[in-house]
């Protein structure tokens, strides 16, 4: 199911990692320079689907200094001005989608030697207000309420939705999950899941964001190596 999505990640982390800035022609990518491949597969922890990571030859110090560009990525995608709004062509919507969810993938597969423990602490540690752990997530639920409203704008008078019902269903999937622990917490206005509730959701949350992600890939609305080029 992902070895079309590896590959886009694969092909964006060997020519550095992009984050995306709304421009007068749309989204585009803006690039930051960093180097390491993965693969994913799957792997189980309490419901939620984990990837193991093909470890780098890079010193402690700089995955360190990785880590915080792909921090620093994630949360720049997240505090953009572009991110409120609106792409007036429906396929756009789901580009930007996809864009967005990547964003999120590539943050959580950066270089790391515990990629693993990385992924548990992440759904389910303790994290003070400021600590890397709770921006990342801060930033996360901020993309995924974008991704959400996004695609639940694309009227159902659209194509799109007989074209692509799948992409549709996942979407139909998400609305419990925001309606039960986004919709009244939007980071942008101060406010944050408790650990419960962050656990509860991205516990349930993760494997329907990235089956959305790898199916809106399949469809047609990833990134393909000669468009990565162009932004």
């Known amino acids: 199911m992902f070895s079309s999505a ?4 694969n092909w964006a982390l060997r020519h550095g990692s992009r984050t995306w800035v709304y421009g007068r022609r749309g989204f585009k990518t803006a690039f930051i320079p960093t180097r390491h491949e993965f693969t994913l597969h799957h792997r189980t922890l309490q419901g939620a689907r984990l990837y193991s990571s093909t470890p780098s030859a890079e010193d402690g110090v700089q995955r ?3 880590a915080d560009q792909w921090l ?4 720049t995608a997240a505090t953009a001005q572009w991110l409120d709004v609106l792409p007036a062509d429906p396929a756009d919507r789901l580009r930007r989608a996809y864009a967005l969810l ?7 597969h950066r270089p ?3 990629i693993e423990q990385s992924l548990v602490d992440f759904m389910q540690a303790e994290a003070k207000a ?7 997530r801060q930033a996360t639920i901020v993309l995924t309420r974008a991704v959400i409203r996004d695609i639940a704008s694309i009227p159902s008078t659209q194509p799109l939705h007989v074209d692509h019902p799948q992409i549709f269903a996942l979407l139909g999937a998400l609305m419990p999950l925001h309606d039960l622990y986004l919709a009244g917490h939007n980071p942008k206005e101060g406010k944050s899941l408790d650990l419960q509730e962050w656990t509860a959701f991205w516990e349930r949350g993760q494997p329907i964001l990235l089956d959305l992600a790898s199916k809106l890939d399949e469809q047609g ?9 162009k932004k």
Request: hydrophobic share 45%; net charge negative; charged share 30%.
């Open 72 to 75: 620093e990525a994630l949360e």
């Open 130 to 136: 400021g600590s890397p752990i709770y921006r990342a």
């Open 221 to 229: 609305f990833g990134l393909d190596k000669e468009e990565w080029e």
């Open 112 to 114: 790391q030697n515990e």
């Open 102 to 108: 990547m964003q999120v993938i590539l943050y959580l």
């Open 64 to 66: 360190d200094a990785a």
């Open 6 to 9: 590896a590959r886009r990640a």
